[in-house]
């Protein structure tokens, strides 16, 4: 989830602890267990400083070691022993308790997007990603909005965010029932279908519909049951070669490769380099497919310059690359 809604998922979770009478019974401990569980519903997310290094970095590792089974149980420890550290008098063993809640769900709740987290590891380096709550759902955010307010305006904190948890749960079980509906919609549209990939957008019923075949590509929206292909690309592997091999040993095409399960490539011979370029079909946007890896080779195979991440005009695709060919 996007970085707004983790702060408020924390922020109702430490409201709904005071149904804990430890905690309740405390001011320090309430204190102290509410700056857990929004720290808590944060800390995961400390891998997104990996951008100030570079995007094939962040690619290749946000939502990895930070979402891991080692760092759930590690990052309540060190939030709770900080914060004990600066307020004795609160109860460790239940601050602790409220603090992993916050990690838990902060991990729990990443899985239904459709970038996933490497939960897994170390038993495992795949994706989980259920691929039904979009990283930002409005939905969601303004359910824990309203449950704050009247919060703020003086409501039992503990019945109001059960209720609220509640609705939350039966919204996702509409959300898994709708995705449903969309890959058995995708399915009867495109009968060879070998793989359907459906990824949510803001609007509740619409989706971003990627799928593939034996001979081709297949880019798309769904509309609740209606599906729209809007483009078909015919599958075609990356060629085995030199120019291609060395390409994809740059730190960029290979953070691509890592990430995306559905691209197509363009090779672009211009008068003194190659260029190989990979395209993500799972993002269109208004006719553009904008989450690309590009690299520029010379002819003796060297990488020039690369890029990956999110470019929505060739103008700033050569302002990311020190070189744009003519």
Do not use: C
């Not at 408020?8 to 430490?14: E, P, R």
């Not at 946007?285 to 690299?295: R, T």
């Not at 060739?314 to 690359?321: A, G």
């Amino acid at each position: 989830m996007d970085t707004g809604t983790h702060i408020v998922m924390g922020i109702a979770l430490g409201g709904l602890a005071l149904a804990d009478p430890v905690v309740a019974s405390s001011s320090l401990t309430t204190t102290a267990v509410i700056a857990g569980t929004i720290i808590g519903s944060q800390a995961p997310d400390i891998d997104t400083v990996l951008k100030l290094r570079n995007n094939a970095v962040y690619i290749r590792h946000h939502r990895g070691i930070t979402h891991s089974i080692p760092a759930v149980l590690l990052w309540p420890l060190l939030i709770s022993g900080v914060l004990w550290l600066i307020i004795p008098e609160a109860n460790l063993l239940h601050l602790w308790l409220w603090t992993f809640l916050a990690v838990f769900l902060h991990v729990f709740v990443d899985i239904f997007n459709s970038y996933g987290t490497q939960a897994l590891r170390p038993f495992s380096r795949k994706w989980v990603a259920l691929g039904v709550i979009n990283t930002f759902d409005p939905i969601i955010f303004g359910i824990h909005i309203v449950g704050l307010l009247f919060w703020m305006f003086g409501t039992n904190p503990v019945p109001t965010f059960l209720i609220m948890y509640a609705v939350i749960f039966v919204y996702y079980i509409l959300r898994f029932a709708v995705q449903s509906a969309v890959k058995n919609s995708v399915k009867h549209t495109i009968p060879d279908a070998d793989e359907i990939i459906v990824a949510p957008t803001m609007k509740f019923f619409q989706w971003r519909v990627a799928a593939i075949s034996k001979t081709h590509h297949y880019v798309g929206r769904a509309y609740g049951r209606s599906i729209s292909i809007y483009d078909k690309f015919e599958k075609v592997p990356l060629p085995e070669s030199d120019l291609v091999n060395a390409a994809l040993e740059d730190k960029n095409l290979s953070a691509f490769t890592s990430f995306s399960p559905i691209f197509r490539w363009e090779i672009t011979k211009f008068e003194k380099l190659y260029e190989v370029r990979l395209i993500d079909l799972r993002y269109r946007s208004n006719d553009y497919y904008p989450f690309v890896a590009v690299a520029h080779l010379n002819e003796e195979l060297e990488i020039v310059n690369s890029y990956t991440g999110w470019i929505f005009s060739e103008d700033k695709l050569r302002k990311k690359l020190d070189y744009m060919p003519n």
